[in-house]
């Protein structure tokens, strides 16, 4: 099993920046696909983008491309969702997930096996 910590959410205006961290413990050797998701009050979780097991390829939705960024480095076990361009509709909280099954980029919550327990992200217009 992975532990997944995120840190870096807080308070920002809109068209402000955060970058996310995701610090991960334990059987890291098998973490593949990981993945930021987010909730915001009253809705779904909703997937944001995810990166391969190498860091070469990553996949966003619609509404965060252009203005957010996944990378991971692996040496340090650690995720990174840089936040630019920031939208109240943005605000929710973060979660990161990892997946020990899956190597490509996925929007299935459901390949995910690990998962942090979030970081709020406010953002005020």
């Known amino acids: 099993q992975v532990q997944l910590v995120e840190s870096g959410g807080g308070l920002v205006q809109a068209g402000g920046s955060l970058r996310l961290t995701c610090a991960a413990s334990?059987?890291?050797?098998?973490?593949?696909?990981m993945g930021w998701f987010r909730q915001a009050p009253g809705k779904k979780r909703e997937y944001v983008g995810s990166i391969n097991w190498n860091g070469e390829n990553t996949y966003y939705i619609d509404s965060v491309k252009g203005r957010f960024t996944i990378s991971r480095d692996n040496a340090k076990n650690a995720l990174y969702l840089q936040m630019n361009s920031l939208k109240p509709e943005d605000t929710a909280v973060y979660y990161c997930?990892?997946?020990?099954?899956?190597?490509?980029?996925?929007?299935?919550?459901?390949?995910?096996?690990?998962w942090g327990q979030g970081t709020q992200v406010t953002v005020s217009s």
């Open positions: 997930a990892a997946s020990s099954t899956v190597v490509t980029t996925t929007p299935h919550d459901s390949e995910y096996d690990s």
């Open positions: 334990g059987r890291t050797s098998r973490m593949y696909a």
